[in-house]
């Protein structure tokens, strides 16, 4: 029990080093108490079974579950309640609300063909249901990632140029899904250490909350 919430520690605490706005909220209210709020399993899980969190921001989830309760209640009871193997690839919509499920087989490429990005909007939940997907936060520091484009206010999003050297990679392994706040610079599906680069992922757009 005490190794697993250490691993929790572990995962929070880098995301929260690197992305700035996080950690003021993680200095705030203390990632070793939202820790022991997520591994309680209430009341965010709604039934939830088939994963646990991989690298999370424990204190805006928190805070971003209290705000917005009714959504993730309907996309964790969904996902609990759905074949997630077998479910053929596509946009499935969420009984109850207006977020989509994008189930996607995708295979992971070397990092400079993926493209960064965050959102501002939307929080991109990333559940990863076989294989093992790569990812990669960025680095704040101006000196370090800029943005290369305006913001799209219409898909929500917008790139980043940034130093992969001040970038921290890491790989998620199923079961296990990712929460990517809007101060969550990142990539996907970047080329991981393992042999098979082949996964699953099913990702929602939640909204954000301010």
């Known amino acids: ?24 909220t993680c200095e705030q209210h203390g990632q070793k108490t939202e820790c022991k709020w997520v591994r309680k399993h209430a009341p965010w899980m709604n039934g939830f079974t088939k994963g646990k969190p991989g690298v999370v921001n424990m204190a805006e989830f928190k805070q971003q579950y209290k705000r917005n309760r009714k959504q993730w209640d309907a996309l964790f009871g969904w996902l609990e309640q759905t074949d997630l193997d077998t479910l053929k690839t596509g946009k499935y919509a969420i009984p109850g609300t207006t977020m989509t499920a994008s189930v996607q087989d995708d295979t992971n490429k070397p990092l400079e063909k993926r493209r960064s990005e965050s959102h501002r909007k939307k929080i991109d939940f990333q559940f990863v249901v076989r294989g093992t997907e790569g990812f990669v936060l960025l680095n704040h520091d101006d000196a370090a990632t800029k943005p290369n484009c ?28 990712n929460i990517f706040f809007p101060c969550d610079w990142h990539v996907a599906k970047a080329v991981t250490k393992e042999q098979d680069q082949h996964f699953r992922v099913i990702v929602v757009k939640v909204d954000y909350i301010e």
């Not at 029990?1 to 003021?24: D, E, F, H, Y």
């Not at 913001?151 to 296990?176: E, G, L, N, S």
């Open 1 to 24: 029990m005490i190794k697993r919430l250490l691993l929790l520690l572990m995962l929070t605490i880098p995301m929260a080093a690197m992305a700035q706005c996080c950690s003021q």
């Open 150 to 177: 305006e913001y799209d206010a219409k898909k929500d999003v917008i790139h980043y140029d940034y130093d992969p050297a001040k970038a921290w990679p890491f790989a998620t392994t199923a079961p296990r899904f």
